[in-house]
């Protein structure tokens, strides 16, 4: 596609469900990232998969989160049990490969969890 | 590690006036340095980025920025703001050859008129 795209744009659900957030990253793009913005903070490192993989999830919270990438070109990040400070705009963003090359980020997916 | 401090959290500042955004770092390894902007209801795009070489970048909308190893900053600066830039602007840092960015938490710059 033309850029990156992140479906829902927002998402209330209540504390205690699951919930999952979905990444189209840009065609041809191997290297695939996941951030969450919370209220006035800069964006922070969760997920970053080259190919299929997780190569890094040092920044995941905790394991009620999880992110999945099967075909190494859609990814999804899930999240169990929501808590209330779960709220949060997830971003992610796609790149050719790692390190040297610009990456595109989506709007975001705004999650509000009450 | 690697973090980023962004000092000013709002920068208002009249149309045509000169701008600086500061942005400092500290690193135990070498960076990459970077510039995001984010327009209102839009998505994080690359404004600049600093990889190797020339310390001084500029972007093609009149922004620049210059890499000062012994400060640890990389200040953005513009010599006349319009309107259009009104934007949130964040930092950004990766240790060099990795994916990793560390942000900082942004400086909101409110053009008036």
């Known amino acids: 596609g033309a850029g990156v795209s992140q479906t829902p744009s927002n998402k209330v659900t209540e504390k205690g469900k699951y919930v999952e957030l979905r990444c189209d990253p840009i065609?041809?793009?191997?290297?695939l990232y996941w951030y969450r913005q919370s209220l006035g903070q800069g964006p922070e490192f969760l997920i970053y998969?080259?190919?299929?993989?997780?190569?890094?999830d040092s920044g995941l919270p905790n394991d009620r989160f999880f992110a999945v990438r099967p075909e190494g070109s859609v990814s999804t990040l899930k999240i169990q049990r929501t808590e209330r400070g779960d709220s949060a705009v997830y971003l992610c963003?796609?790149?050719?490969?790692?390190?040297?090359?610009?990456?595109?980020f989506g709007q975001g997916t705004r999650l509000t969890v009450v | 590690a690697q973090s980023v401090t962004q000092l000013d959290s709002q920068v208002p500042v009249f149309e045509e006036a000169p701008v600086e955004l500061r942005c400092n770092y500290s690193?135990?390894?070498?960076?990459?340095l970077f510039w995001y902007v984010q327009y209102p209801n839009q998505g994080l795009q690359l404004l600049l980025k600093?990889?190797?070489?020339?310390?001084l970048v500029e972007s093609i909308n009149g922004f620049e920025a210059e890499f000062n190893k012994s400060q640890t900053s990389f200040h953005l600066r513009k010599p006349s703001v319009h309107i259009s830039d009104t934007a949130e602007y964040f930092c950004?840092?990766?240790?060099?050859?990795?994916?990793?960015?560390?942000f900082g938490t942004g400086t909101r710059l409110k053009v008036l008129a």
């Open positions: 963003a796609s790149s050719r490969d790692r390190g040297r090359t610009e990456a595109f």
């Open positions: 065609s041809g793009h191997t290297a």
């Open positions: 998969f080259q190919g299929t993989g997780a190569a890094d």
């Open positions: 690193s135990s390894v070498s960076v990459y």
């Open positions: 600093y990889l190797s070489g020339s310390t």
């Open positions: 950004a840092v990766s240790p060099s050859g990795t994916y990793k960015y560390i």
